[in-house]
């Protein structure tokens, strides 16, 4: 029995390592995974902002391109088939087609108010009462892609439609949504263009290019 005690120590030793070895594992493999985890979910949120990026950076190179377009365009401004059907109705003519825009787009509208024939225009200052002008003042929630889409939308508008303003950021919480304040200003003649006396109807003022003059 003797013999064996000097491998005693040994076989402690060993027991010790075994249970240390044991317990580092039990607590370091679950922090490797931990780690493991954490990095994935880091590059699955890197590849999300990278693809957030590409989808803004399409956006703005599509109201950059009608920007480029808008001095070659071409466009009427909105006239009532029948005379003295008043202001209000021209409007809501308008203001009707831009909110089918927004509905066709998924758009979904959080605030929206108007403005009745703003001063600082030359059409209402130069127009001589010929001529109905609009803001229309909306915040805004979509996408990336239904944005774009309404851009598209309001270029193609047959009218001529004038964009004060725009301002688009990504939804905090959620980077694939975006809030945007968008500004339209809508025109209209006051009677039909054809039927109207030349001299009631004074010149067209300049139309800033031809469809809407994008912020810079």
């Keep these: 029995m003797e013999k064996y005690k000097k491998y005693l120590g040994i076989v402690i030793f060993c027991v010790l390592t075994v249970i240390v070895v044991m317990s580092c594992y039990n607590v370091i493999l679950p922090k490797f995974q931990e780690s493991m985890s954490y990095a994935d979910k880091v590059r699955q949120s890197q590849e999300n902002i990278d693809k957030l990026q590409r989808d803004l950076q399409v956006v703005q190179t599509k109201i950059q391109k009608i920007k480029n377009s808008i001095v070659t365009a071409q466009k009427k401004i909105y006239s009532p088939v029948e005379s003295d059907i008043g202001s209000e109705t021209l409007f809501f003519t308008l203001y ?31 127009g001589k009462g010929a001529y109905f002008v609009s803001d229309v003042n909306m915040q805004l929630v979509s996408n990336y892609t239904d944005l774009g889409k309404l851009i598209e939308n309001i270029y193609q508008y047959p009218y001529y439609i004038r964009i004060n303003e725009i301002d688009v950021k990504p939804y905090e919480k959620d980077k694939k949504i975006l809030l945007s304040t968008l500004s339209l200003r809508l025109y209209a003649r006051l009677e039909p263009e054809e039927e109207a006396p030349a001299s009631s109807t004074p010149a067209l003022p300049a139309l800033d290019g031809a469809n809407t003059a994008l912020p810079q």
Excluded at 101 to 115: G, W
């Design 96 to 126: 009707n087609d831009v909110i089918d825009m927004l509905h066709a787009n998924h758009i979904k509208i959080r605030t929206i108010n108007y403005e009745y024939n703003p001063e600082n225009d030359k059409f209402v200052t130069e």
